[in-house]
């Protein structure tokens, strides 16, 4: 018996902790679990983190997944090259961002045009790192037609700068 109830306990935590299994959350559940570490982030810094200004480059995000004897490039969304300014931290730079997703989906903020940081009912995964002068912001999502959409939205957002 004492086996058993293991054994199930083993299998169910498996299963609950088994990063292959799609998320079930939603986009707005998502949000909800953000949105109350925003309270600190100021308005100056969030106009200064979506301001298309800021963005130097954007380049197509790939992974690569196993196939075969072979990787093949799956494109995720995009990555954009932002220049560091002021006391901003990669830190700072990905809760502004993943507050101001969070602000949208739950209906608090306006979404901006061609935004690269918002897709209506998706969930964005939003990765921000150090990179020397700057900031390499990764905007992901697995399905590859979404992904595109994504890589669109921040090239045309770049775009509005002009």
Not at 14 to 22: S, V
Not at 93 to 114: P, Y
Not at 127 to 145: E, H, I, M, N, P
Request: proline letters at 4%; a negative charge; one cysteine or more.
């Amino acid at each position: 018996m004492r086996r058993t109830v293991s054994a199930a306990l083993v299998g169910l935590a498996g299963c609950a902790f088994n990063p292959l299994m799609p998320d079930p959350r939603t986009a707005s559940d998502r949000a909800r679990e953000v949105v109350d570490r925003c309270a600190d982030l100021s308005p100056e810094t969030d106009a200064e983190v979506l301001s298309p200004s800021i963005i130097l480059k954007v380049d197509p995000s790939y992974n690569y997944v196993q196939s075969g004897n072979d990787h093949v490039e799956r494109l995720r969304g995009a990555r954009l090259r932002v220049k560091a300014k002021g006391n901003l931290s990669a830190e700072t730079v990905e809760l502004s961002l993943e507050c101001h997703q969070a602000k949208v989906t739950l209906g608090s903020a306006q979404e901006l045009e061609h935004d690269p940081y918002v897709f209506r009912g998706t969930w964005l995964d939003i990765d921000t790192r150090s990179a020397g002068d700057g900031f390499v912001v990764a905007v992901q999502v697995d399905s590859v037609d979404k992904a595109r959409a994504v890589l669109d939205r921040a090239r045309q957002f770049i775009a509005s700068r002009q």
